[in-house]
């Protein structure tokens, strides 16, 4: 009788056990749909009540080409604008989380209006470019070095900035370091990028569904490496920080509650002994808000960063 009990119980454990499987494999899918597989549901631009919105009706008259290359054996689309007087110097701007270019217009035009040429992405999985997985800046970061090459290979006296917002700041930070990023790239900012794909994904679990780190984020993150050969803690920009040489200016509004303010301290602080850099706190401004918090303040900082380190010729 006793053993048989046993048995039975036995037989309950690993049904159940079974049961939390299934369970979890089939939330793991979900979220994993939700946070890495492309959507291309038409994304949210700067609204016409912003101080911004005539930025982007400008940028929308501008003379603009597209680009093109293949990286990862995908084709990458991108906006190039010229500047308005010619010049070595160009500005790589990228996007953020299910975004595509036409949501950077005002930071195209910002930089437009500053003197630069201006190139504008889609991320792989994004807007007009190939690719079917969204990967927070760890294979980004090799796209946004291809189009570093690329113009550089097109004009060897080019001088370059990359610009990154939410997680195309992420991407730019995590490309900082990176032995393939050409000498060319004479600075970094980033606005609103987070310390790695790991904390982001479980602050947002907890702080959007409520869900602890286990198991969750741990079997959505083993599928991101089944499917696309890397772990959420491996996207990680603090520590490429850490060994970057370049200038970097980082900003954040001091009311994100998207990518946590906090973690923009801990970017400063991991930036590499010795390499230059500059911290910007916007008060009052949510996550990707600084620039249409404080249009003047952003411009202004912005436009004394690139004048020391990467300044138009006059």
């Known amino acids: 009788m006793k053993n048989l009990k ?9 049904a159940l056990f079974a049961l939390l499987l299934i369970i979890d494999f089939g939330v793991t899918l979900y979220f994993y749909k939700v946070a890495c597989v492309r959507n291309d549901t038409p994304v949210s631009q700067v609204k016409s009540s912003s101080p911004n919105y005539s930025l982007v009706k400008k940028f929308d008259k501008l003379p603009k080409s597209t680009e093109t290359i293949t990286s990862d054996h995908l084709e990458l689309k991108a906006w190039y604008v010229p500047a308005t007087v010619r010049t070595d110097k160009t500005v ?4 953020g989380f299910r975004q595509n270019k036409s949501a950077m217009r005002q930071y195209g035009e910002l930089f437009h209006e500053l003197g630069y040429n201006v190139l504008m992405p889609d991320n792989r999985g994004a807007g007009d ?6 990967t927070f800046g760890y294979h980004d970061k090799t796209d946004v070095i291809a189009w570093a090459n690329y113009l550089t290979q097109k004009n060897p006296q080019s001088d370059l900035t990359l610009y990154g917002l939410s997680m195309g700041a992420a991407t730019v930070m995590m490309a900082s370091s990176e032995k393939a990023l050409p000498s060319s790239v004479k600075n970094i900012i ?3 990028g987070y310390t790695n794909a790991w904390d982001e994904i479980v602050y947002q679990a ?3 569904y409520n869900l602890p780190a286990f198991p969750l984020v741990y079997s959505v993150s083993l599928e991101s490496k089944i499917r696309q050969g890397w ?9 490429a920080l850490s060994k970057n040489t370049r200038p970097i200016l980082l900003i954040h509004g001091d009311k994100d509650t998207y990518v946590p303010t906090k973690m923009v301290y801990e970017n400063y602080q991991a930036v590499k002994s010795g390499t230059p850099k500059k911290l910007l706190i916007v008060k009052g401004a949510t996550h990707a808000r600084s620039f249409e918090t404080d249009p ?10 690139m004048s020391t380190y990467n300044p138009i010729s006059k």
């Open 190 to 192: 980033e606005d609103c």
């Open 6 to 14: 046993k048995k039975r119980l036995w037989r309950w454990v690993i």
């Open 296 to 305: 003047k303040l952003y411009r202004k900082t912005i436009a004394q960063f």
């Open 129 to 134: 470019s190939e690719g079917k997985f969204i």
């Open 92 to 95: 790589i701007v990228v996007h």
């Open 206 to 208: 907890k702080s959007s």
């Open 231 to 239: 772990f959420f803690n491996e996207a990680n920009a603090t520590k």
